[in-house]
């Protein structure tokens, strides 16, 4: 029989850097989770995102154990990153903040496809393109 | 006590298109300066979602920054300073003792009682034991982890009689007192987080004896006369990114940990060179002892 649910909490961590100071004390102590578990092994699996936020979402169910799945980073978050951005465009059609190359996109793309409501290659580097049009980043060959 | 600014963002309930309207502050958010974001949990509504930043000034900053973007939505923003709680020490309180090759690591409310193990006559005499007592806090390394008990069968399979031993990532400091208790002389571990120091300290405090120095300091940056043994129970990615540290900082043997199994090969890559004396893996996770010899 599967296990019952208790909690789905999301959570966006530093890579590779979760210490049981909030917010994952705060938010998964109450749920009885050993919070040093998570931790540690929350580290093993982002610790190659260093210096990105990675989104969690945790799963708790009534006995107290836990799973996790990490998401990759927001597309706004891998561009600004790759275009050394603090942030996007207020005014995106008029102000451009920045440029990224086709190639960086691409590379994007495929980061992002398993969490892309995509079929191809060719349509999450279109999603990507379209974000970055709307942080007022320039795509450039 | 410490507390940690934050910023608390409440959603109103049945909006519209709250869907689309949470995708849109979520990017305002991630655009701040953040160091982390709670979203809450999402079998349990109303949505309430805590955006943790570095200081007060940034907060104060980004609450401004929100209010502007949130006003006339529903969302109300409200500036926290959040506990500790110390949820790190009460999600442990359940632990009992572990055993882990020879040592046993207890918790001081589950320190086994020697007089009660008495063996009956005739029967097998039982392997001596080492206890280690670690109050679990904020330190990595209560011996609930396999890396953990990888890393005391690691040590407990060299003779480390009169070794100077480094421990990186010392968190709890059990590795450290392990040493120690295998003979190891002048032992000393290392962490880059201030909250496993304090955890460090009050586990010497448990284990009178100990040899052990602690000190905060990242091994990238160490400047130290090498070691005989540096034992280091990190990530794969931290193995890889402390490569030239590590190997600098030991002149004999190295034991790797915190690593996954997938991980393995990258890891014993970036160490070319060392010679793989003797490696073990439980549950997902690896440990390996390098030895010099044949750089």
Known sequence: ?141 | MRTYPALDLRFPEAHREQDQLAETIEGAILDCPITALDQGDALAPPRLWRAYFPDSGTRDDAAATLARLCAGTGVTIDAVEVADEDWAARSQAGLGAVRAGRFVIAPPWAVPDRSAGTPRAGSVAQPATTLIVIQPSMGFGTGHHATTRLCCAALDAIDLRGARVLDVGTGSGVLAIAASRLGAVAVLGIDVDEDSMLAARASLALNPGADVTLAVMDVRQATLSPFDLVVANLTGALLIAATDALQRLSRHRLILSGFLSEEREDVIRAYAGWAIEREAQEDGWGVVTLAAGIR
């Open chain 1, 1 to 141: 029989m599967a296990k019952k649910i208790q909690a789905m909490v999301k959570l966006q961590i530093p890579a590779g850097k979760a210490t049981p100071a909030p917010p994952v004390g705060t938010a998964l102590g109450p749920h009885g989770v050993n919070i040093m578990d998570f931790c540690k092994n929350f580290n093993a699996r982002t610790a190659k995102d260093d210096g990105l936020i990675i989104p969690a979402v945790v799963t708790i169910y009534a006995d107290r154990s836990f799973t996790f799945i990490t998401k990759t980073p927001p597309v706004s978050v891998l561009l600004k990153k790759v275009a050394s951005l603090a942030k996007g465009s207020a005014e995106p059609n008029r102000t451009k903040v920045g440029t990224v190359t086709a190639k960086q996109v691409e590379e994007i793309a495929k980061t992002k496809m398993p969490d892309l409501n995509c079929d191809s290659m060719q349509a999450a580097v279109s999603t990507v393109r379209g974000t970055a049009r709307s942080m007022g980043i320039d795509v450039v060959d």
